[in-house]
């Protein structure tokens, strides 16, 4: 059983930055593929980026490529995501989700099978 705790959401202006984070329970933390998804109300659960087992590889979403970095801290457990000049578009509650088996890069929802219990983020205009 593996837990993720998404943190760091929260209210910022448009231009603004926000950082999350999401620790992982699990030792074996650098074996997974992680992702990060995001759902704004009334829309579908949307990929935003996602990082390799062994984080030697990225993918992020267009609509977030030059402003959104992920990064991890193997020591910690952590993922983060870095979101920089952040839009009102970029409203909704974000996902941290793990895939504990196979290898490479992760890009549908359906392809994790563990999930944290999400954290808002709000930009006003």
């Known amino acids: 059983q593996v837990q993720l705790v998404e943190s760091g959401g929260g209210l910022v202006q448009a231009g603004g930055s926000l950082r999350l984070s999401c620790a992982a329970s699990?030792?074996?933390?650098?074996?997974?593929?992680m992702g990060w998804f995001r759902q704004a109300p009334g829309k579908e659960r949307e990929l935003v980026v996602a990082?390799?087992?062994?984080?030697?590889?990225?993918y992020y979403a267009d609509y977030v490529k030059g402003r959104f970095t992920i990064s991890r801290d193997n020591a910690k457990n952590t993922v983060y995501l870095q979101m920089n000049s952040l839009k009102p578009e970029d409203t909704a509650v974000y996902y941290c989700?793990?895939?504990?088996w196979g290898l490479g890069l992760a890009v549908r929802s359906d392809q994790y099978n563990y999930w944290g219990q999400g954290t808002q983020v709000t930009v006003s205009s």
């Open positions: 989700a793990a895939r504990t």
């Open positions: 699990a030792r074996t933390f650098s074996n997974y593929a």
């Open positions: 990082i390799s087992s062994g984080f030697t590889n990225t």
